[in-house]
């Protein structure tokens, strides 16, 4: 199965639109409508120009700006994957003649499973509804099969090719490679893979690695952490590969899309069990204390643009899942994991509130209190999530959770006071009913 890749977006102020001289630009939105509410919380997987946009939550919109030229968008609608969605049939579909300079209006129709252009006037009613307005514009551009974030990075499905290009071009410019991006480290955790000969058909794992931010710092090795992790679970777990969603840079909306994908599967296939990991940021609401999984397009001084924990927790808690196992190398005190604050004008970090778990729920979390989840620059991981790979390697997976948690916790601590002198505590969280047995648990 292909990866995911995930669209990044730029926040901007409502009804602010942005492109640049000589584009057409195409503003994607999907509203809510009162006449179709059985079908508001339907996954709408998009491709633009045959390139993956990703998943379009209801009332939040996206400009895009786009060459003067035929562009088709697709949209797909279901709990599958894209590419399983794909397969089975365009759901919808809509081309535009874009001409210079001009804007046009692509909305999602709920009720009737349709994509139309609308007026300008009707987008504008759309923006400015008192009960349920369009929010979140985001802004990217599409120059050939190559999508683009307001900052000029490039980003999507064919994101690899771009820096492939620039990287070639650096070093024939240079002699060298003159990229700024921080080299991948190979340790001894990214190689010798266990290869499991059990096959888990009832495992489904949600990944989600967030590196490449636009309004805070970016999270060292995230990508790679989630990318070795994917490996793990296929290879060492035995999760066929189909029931693995990895998000690399994930956005609000693709975050919240697998987490749906994920309910899904364990509502409708009975014995199912669930393991979600996080790697990226985390802040925890100044007022309440409540913390909050920061998307790549999420701002550290607004959490409504971020993922509720206690959301991600009780969605999946209420789902017919015999346990859902959780793997989080993040603080969500509001400091990056070099220690500094994600919001300058914060000056010490919080910790933020407990979160009750439900269900047969079990969380392992990189740190504890106020501290920070630190990373293991020599091994190029979060220092949590090496460990933990550490010992699926060296155990081949066939490790208890009270086993796992021990040797997490001693050499982690240890490791953080060697490298940076600081504190870091892994820690276990469990729900009420998993509290007597989560310790003789196993991944597999």
């Not at 102020?13 to 503003?27: N, P, T, Y």
């Not at 969603?245 to 296939?269: E, H, M, P």
């Not at 990373?375 to 997976?397: D, M, N, R």
Request: neutral net charge.
């Amino acid at each position: 199965m292909k990866k995911l890749f995930i669209i990044l977006i730029a926040f901007m102020s409502i009804g602010q639109v942005i492109a640049e001289d000589g584009m057409a630009k195409i503003i994607l939105f999907r509203p809510f409508s009162s006449s179709g509410w059985k079908n508001i919380n339907a996954t709408h997987m998009l491709y633009f120009d045959g390139q993956l946009f990703g998943s379009l939550p209801a009332t939040i919109y996206y400009v895009v700006s786009v060459e003067p030229g035929q562009h088709t968008i697709e949209g797909y609608i279901g709990n599958e994957s894209p590419e399983e969605l794909r397969r089975a049939g365009s759901a919808y579909s809509l081309t535009i003649n874009a001409t210079k300079d001009n804007t046009y209006y692509a909305s999602v129709n709920d009720k009737k499973k349709t994509i139309s252009l609308v007026s300008y006037n009707d987008y504008n009613k759309l923006l400015n509804n008192k009960y349920m307005p369009l929010r979140w514009a985001g802004n990217l551009s599409l120059k050939g099969d190559i999508f683009y974030d307001a900052n000029g990075n490039p980003v999507g499905e064919n994101a690899h090719k771009a820096k492939e290009q620039q990287l070639a071009s650096n070093t024939s410019d240079n002699g060298k490679s003159s990229s700024k991006k921080q080299e991948t480290i190979q340790s001894d955790v990214d190689s010798n893979i266990p290869q499991s000969k059990r096959s888990a058909e009832n495992t489904y794992a949600l990944i989600i690695a967030n590196e490449d931010y636009q309004f805070v710092d970016p999270v060292n090795f995230a990508s790679h952490d989630g990318e070795v992790f994917k490996e793990y679970c296929i290879k060492t777990l035995g999760i066929p590969e189909k029931q693995v969603r990895y998000c690399t840079n994930a956005s609000y909306g693709v975050i919240s899309g697998g987490v749906d994908w994920l309910k899904y599967a364990l509502d409708n296939f009975d014995g199912s069990k669930a393991i979600v990991y996080y790697c990226g940021h985390g802040i925890p609401d100044e007022k309440t204390g409540d913390a909050f999984i920061i998307p790549v397009d999420g701002k550290g001084t607004n959490t409504a643009t971020c993922y509720s924990l206690n959301k991600l927790y009780t969605t999946l808690a209420a789902t017919k899942a015999t346990n859902v196992t959780y793997f989080m190398d993040a603080c969500f005190t509001g400091a990056n994991k070099e220690g500094s604050m994600l919001v300058a004008a914060r000056g010490v970090a919080r910790e933020a509130k407990k979160e009750i778990l439900d269900g047969n729920s079990v969380v392992f979390s990189a740190s504890s209190a106020d501290e920070t989840a630190m990373t293991y620059p020599e091994k190029g991981h979060g220092l949590f999530t090496y460990f933990l790979l550490k010992k699926l390697q060296e155990t081949s997976g066939d490790v208890s959770y009270e086993e796992l948690a021990n040797y997490i916790n001693k050499n982690v601590k240890k490791e953080a006071f060697l490298i940076n002198e600081k504190p870091q505590t892994p820690v276990v969280a469990t729900s009420i009913s998993a509290s007597s047995s989560w310790k003789s648990m196993k991944l597999k």
